[in-house]
Structure formats: C-alpha cells, structure tokens
C-alpha cells in the first residue's frame, strides 16, 4: 500500500514540477524581449521549482487533493506571467511594492494593461493553449496520458512559439526528453513488483539528471536564479538607516557636486558659432578601436574624426536609452525610462539645449528608431528641439532599417542652409539595438561565430558604414568646416558577463563604458589628444566651453578642459527591484563598488579585478550614501 501511495505521490510531484519548468521557461522567454537576465533555465531554477513541486505535493497527499498542487501551480504561473509583463512593460520585478505600484493611482494598471492586452491579443492562441491544458490537468490529474498530452503542449509553446532554439546543449532539452518519458510512462508493465513500480514512477527524473550532468561547468550552474527573491526587493528606511554614512559623507565632501568654476577653461569661445553635430550609436559599448580588445575599426573616426580627442574611460550613467538622452541634457541624474510625468525618479528639467538656442542655435533631433515607444517623444519635447524626426518620419526611397539616414541628406541639408545661423544635430540609430540587425549580411558579416555578439558586431560595422556615407555626402552640401564633432554611445552592451545581457538591467562595465570621440580642425595636433576620464556629464559642459557660451546650467559634469580631479561616478540600472535601481554601483579611483540587489550580491573590483577579501562595511557605507544624494530610492 504505502508503495502505491509513493508511486502516486511521485507522479503528481514530477507532474507539477514539469509543468513549472516550461512556465519559469516561457517567463524568461517573454523578459528576454526586453533585454533579461540569462534567458535559460539555471540550476537554481530547477531546485526553487523541485522545492515548490514537493511542497506542493505534499499538501496534496495530507489533504488528500490530488489538484491542489496542480491549482498552486495555475496560481503561481499568474504570478509568472504577470512578473514577466512588468519586467517588459516597466523592467521591475514582481515584488509586494510593484504590485500595488501596478495596482494603484495614476501609476496603476491603466498604464499597464494596454501593453497586457496586446501580449494577449498577439499570442491569443498561445494564451489558450497554455491556460486550457492547466484546466485540464487539474480536471483530470489521474489521466495519464491526457496529463503527458498536456505537458508536451506546454513544453512546445515554451520551446517553439517563443523562438527558443532548442539543442542538446540547452537545459530545456532535458525536460523536453522528460516529458517524452512521462508519455511512455504508463505504457512500460509494472508487474507485482513494488519496488519496480516506484523506479518506473521516478523515470522522467532520469533524462534530468543525465543531462544537467553533461552541463557542468556551463552557464546552468552559474548563473543565478531571481525566482526565490520575487517577493523580497524593496529598500526599506531601516535597510538605509543600519548603515553609517556619516564618514563617507566627510570623505566626499564636495565631490560630485555641481561647480560652475568647472566649466571654463582656456580654451573657452575657441570654436565660437560652430555646428555641432552628436551622434549617439545605439547601445555601443567599448568594442571600437583603440578601445582595448576591440574588434571594430570605424571607417566614420578615420575619415571624419582624424586627429579627434578620445576618452580613454567614459561612462554613461545609466545604460538606458531614455535616461542617458534625460542625463546628457539635464545634467543630472534621473531614472524615468517611460517619461511619466509623475514619476519617482523624475529628475530635473532639461537646460542645456535651451542655452544654445537662446545663443541663435537651431536645433535638430534625428532617431531611426521609433519615438513614440515609451513616450520617448516626450523628453524629445521637453528638452526643446527646434526639428525631431523619429522612424515614421524618414522616407525609404527602397532602403531600410539604419539606410534610411541617406535618405535624410538633402533635408537636413536644405534646412541648414535656409537658416544662416550654426546648427546642432543629434543623430541616434537603431541596428545595433537588440536584437541586432543586419540587412546586407553578405557585406558585414566578418564575425562569424553565430552569437549574439558577433551579430551586435555586424550590425556595428554596417551602421559605421551608413554614417561614413550620410557624413560624406553631407558635406558635399553642407558646408561642415567649422563643426564639433562628437561620437558616443547612449549606452554599451552586454552579453552574459555576471548573467547579464543586453542593457538596462546593470551597472557593470560592459553596460556602462562608451567611446567617446571629439574632433574640430582647432583641436588637432594637441600635445594632450586624450581624457583619462569623462561622463556623459559633462558632454554639454565641454561643447559651451568651446562655443564661448556662458554656461548657465548648475549640472554635475564639468568641461573637459579644465583641470580635473578625480570624480567618483554612480552608476545605476534602469531596472527597478522595488522602490530602488536593481542595480547600482560606485567608480571611484579605479575602485568598483557594486550592489547586485537582483542576486543579492557584493562586488568589489580593483583596476577591473574581482576582490575576494572585501570591506562589507565600507561598501554599503559608500553606495548607500551615493543612493541617497542623488535621490534614487522612492517611498
């Protein structure tokens, strides 16, 4: 009797832990559209969800209520989803604090739900075949092979209607293989034989263990799991409290505070009425040369950008589009990556521009990507151009994608030309985004490994191609002889460093240092042609340095011009977990303190190396002290 009763008990646990396998993968699948963690299941995965199953199953048995398991699961996979819509639709986790952010005031659902209901509308067949099935299986928890039928339902929804690659060397496989084990379950004879029974009942668990074996020393063991921390994230004042600040405030005293005496150097009015042209390429980290270990050689810095000043370390602040743009005009920091007017993190208003078009500059904002997503044209409007074109706006004329920015030359050029005062342009692409396009992949192809980077790197190289083209033909009708040049990226990139992807999500180095390039006929043949250090700060400090105009703005940059001292950085994610940055960090005298609120974790780095031995003390003292100057933790 008892075996029988083991036997049931095992087949409704490895029943509930197969159905939760494929939803923690959909759900990862689903982040992963927003530029997620590593987006395979993990180690840690597999043992929350074996935990959650036995729980689960156990309950099942005492009560004896053989779906109760099975309704938890229907339950959590709510959660799942719903953790999974916020990440994409605000990048904050599921917490007791983003639930009732979602849930309540003029921050509530309202804002969410259209973003919900079209996930639903566009996967509507999916959303059926994953909900029908777990009715079913809660239905009918007895009928084996109804159950197996169900399980591969979910199991290919999670595989195939995600666009997951399924290979022998992801973990999913491995469920995938023992799904196929519980459909053959009931057709291998189990004889008298009890003990035979009980290893036939355990036989999907077989395929698991054989194949997370073979997976040793990959990513499934080292990558951290964020399912056991979904209801813990919020920064509390007694989290803050318990940490004596009181000595790092005298430490940096004075340091990383607006200073106007900053902002002019000798150098100051050399480049007077000149055009200003900005180009921030799409999430492009420190893979262009002379950067170290970089692998890109942009024909835009040799043709347009000869003998053009760099920064050998520059840093945005945040590595999210829309924040980089906010911080790069207003000088400050911020984190509203959606523009809410009402937003905790708003920041303050956006100066800089309105100086240079009080000093007779018409201004110009020109994105290949698409404005309108996340009201990005609202900061666009609150900063003050005078002309934004956004994706809708290029024509094609045949081209695509980045391409379309030939199409802009004789309208950028006409207006120009009609106006008879300098200019500033901003110019922002969209390829090299994630997922990474490439639309003549049989030019720009030279990195061919298969992986995401080596797409990210094509896509790098095209779009230098595009730029050099637009600059040269630009300058056949724009006269451009007397134009600051400046090349950047809004924010870098990542690809699995600590778990992390894409950007966004983290404030480790890959994420946050940019190139940075200057160039001006005037500038060239200087014996000092390099920045040790700069941020995206102090890009509009250093422009009015050179223009001659009076900077007015009490922002945290300063020109790089000026004698400078060493500055410690803060660097924040735009992810939330809670009421605070999932991720934030210090760069202070090549000394990296970082806070891995998603994982729980502290970093220390020292000259890029990992620290072993660390001052705990010492570093929640220093990052909680920047957390709060710069007001990046809400209520």
């Known amino acids: 009797m008892w075996s029988a009763n083991f036997s049931n008990f095992v087949t409704i646990w490895m029943q509930t832990f197969l159905v939760c396998l494929p939803l923690v993968q959909i759900s990862k699948n689903i982040r992963s559209k927003r530029g997620a963690l590593f987006f395979d299941l993990c180690i840690g995965d597999v043992i929350f969800v074996a935990l959650f199953s036995l729980v689960g199953s156990i309950f099942s048995s005492i009560f004896a209520i053989q779906f109760l398991s099975l309704a938890l699961v229907q339950v959590w996979c709510i959660f799942l989803f719903i953790d999974a819509l916020l990440f994409v639709q605000y990048r904050i986790e599921l917490t007791p604090q983003s639930i009732q952010w979602f849930f309540s005031g003029s921050k509530g659902i309202q804002k969410g739900s259209s973003f919900a209901l079209n996930?639903?509308?566009?996967?509507?067949?999916?959303?059926?075949?994953?909900?029908?099935?777990?009715?079913?299986?809660?239905?009918?928890?007895?009928?084996?092979?109804?159950?197996?039928?169900?399980?591969?339902?979910?199991?290919?929804?999670?595989?195939?209607?995600?666009?997951?690659?399924?290979?022998?060397?992801?973990?999913?496989?491995?469920?995938?293989?023992?799904?196929?084990?519980?459909?053959?379950?009931?057709?291998?004879?189990?004889?008298?034989?009890?003990?035979?029974?009980?290893?036939?009942?355990?036989?999907?668990?077989?395929?698991?263990?054989?194949?997370?074996?073979?997976?040793?020393?990959?990513?499934?063991?080292?990558?951290?799991?964020?399912?056991?921390?979904?209801?813990?994230?919020?920064?509390?004042?007694?989290?803050?409290?318990?940490?004596?600040?009181?000595?790092?405030?005298?430490?940096?005293?004075?340091?990383?505070?607006?200073?106007?005496?900053?902002?002019?150097?000798?150098?100051?009015?050399?480049?007077?009425?000149?055009?200003?042209?900005?180009?921030?390429?799409?999430?492009?980290?420190?893979?262009?040369?002379?950067?170290?270990?970089?692998?890109?050689?942009?024909?835009?810095?040799?043709?347009?950008?000869?003998?053009?000043?760099?920064?050998?370390?520059?840093?945005?602040?945040?590595?999210?589009?829309?924040?980089?743009?906010?911080?790069?005009?207003?000088?400050?920091?911020?984190?509203?990556?959606?523009?809410?007017?009402?937003?905790?993190?708003?920041?303050?208003?956006?100066?800089?521009?309105?100086?240079?078009?009080?000093?007779?500059?018409?201004?110009?904002?020109?994105?290949?990507?698409?404005?309108?997503?996340?009201?990005?044209?609202?900061?666009?409007?609150?900063?003050?151009?005078?002309?934004?074109?956004?994706?809708?706006?290029?024509?094609?004329?045949?081209?695509?994608?980045?391409?379309?920015?030939?199409?802009?030359?004789?309208?950028?050029?006409?207006i120009v030309n009609s106006k008879e005062r300098p200019f500033f342009l901003h110019i922002i692409n969209d390829q090299t985004h994630m997922p990474y396009e490439v639309v003549n992949s049989e030019k720009f192809n030279r990195h061919k490994d298969g992986s995401e980077k080596s797409k990210y790197l094509n896509a790098v190289e095209e779009f230098d191609f595009i730029l050099d083209e637009f600059l040269t033909k630009l300058k056949t009708k724009v006269d451009l002889s007397n134009t600051i040049f400046v090349l950047t990226g809004d924010h870098g990139e990542s690809f699995g460093e600590f778990g992390y992807y894409f950007h966004s999500n983290s404030s480790i180095i890959p994420q946050l240092q940019v190139p940075f390039f200057l160039q001006h006929p005037k500038l060239a043949n200087r014996p000092k042609n390099k920045f040790e250090s700069s941020c995206h700060f102090d890009i509009f400090p250093t422009l009015m340095d050179l223009l001659g105009i009076e900077n007015k703005v009490e922002g945290l940059g300063e020109s790089l011009f000026c004698s400078t001292e060493i500055r410690p950085y803060f660097f924040h994610s735009a992810t939330l977990k809670g009421n605070a940055p999932a991720n934030y960090s210090v760069l202070y005298n090549n000394q990296h303190y970082w806070n891995d609120r998603l994982f729980g974790k502290l970093y220390q780095f020292d000259n890029g190396e990992l620290v072993k031995k660390t001052n705990e003390v010492y570093q929640k003292s220093i990052l909680v002290h920047f957390l709060k100057k710069y007001g990046l933790v809400g209520n």
């Not at 309105?354 to 201004?363: D, K, R, T, V």
């Open 119 to 414: 996930l639903v509308k566009q996967n509507l067949w999916m959303t059926v075949l994953l909900w029908g099935p777990l009715l079913l299986l809660i239905a009918a928890p007895n009928s084996h092979l109804l159950s197996a039928a169900i399980l591969t339902s979910i199991v290919l929804i999670g595989g195939f209607t995600l666009k997951y690659k399924l290979s022998l060397k992801t973990p999913y496989s491995a469920v995938v293989l023992a799904i196929l084990c519980m459909f053959f379950q009931p057709f291998i004879p189990f004889g008298s034989d009890q003990t035979t029974e009980i290893v036939v009942s355990l036989l999907p668990i077989l395929p698991l263990v054989i194949h997370f074996y073979l997976l040793r020393g990959t990513a499934f063991y080292s990558a951290p799991s964020t399912l056991a921390s979904m209801f813990f994230g919020s920064l509390k004042d007694s989290d803050l409290a318990d940490v004596d600040t009181s000595q790092i405030a005298r430490e940096f005293e004075g340091k990383g505070k607006s200073n106007k005496s900053k902002n002019k150097s000798d150098l100051f009015g050399l480049c007077k009425n000149a055009n200003v042209i900005l180009i921030t390429v799409e999430s492009l980290g420190a893979y262009v040369k002379p950067y170290k270990n970089a692998s890109v050689d942009m024909k835009t810095l040799q043709n347009h950008f000869r003998d053009a000043m760099f920064s050998e370390h520059h840093y945005c602040l945040c590595p999210n589009t829309t924040v980089a743009t906010n911080q790069i005009y207003t000088g400050h920091y911020s984190n509203n990556p959606y523009n809410k007017s009402d937003s905790v993190f708003y920041g303050k208003e956006p100066l800089y521009l309105q100086e240079l078009n009080s000093n007779n500059y018409f201004s110009m904002f020109l994105d290949l990507a698409d404005i309108k997503l996340y009201d990005y044209w609202k900061l666009l409007k609150r900063i003050g151009f005078d002309k934004i074109w956004g994706t809708n706006d290029l024509p094609s004329k045949g081209l695509k994608a980045d391409y379309r920015l030939l199409n802009m030359v004789d309208e950028v050029a006409g």
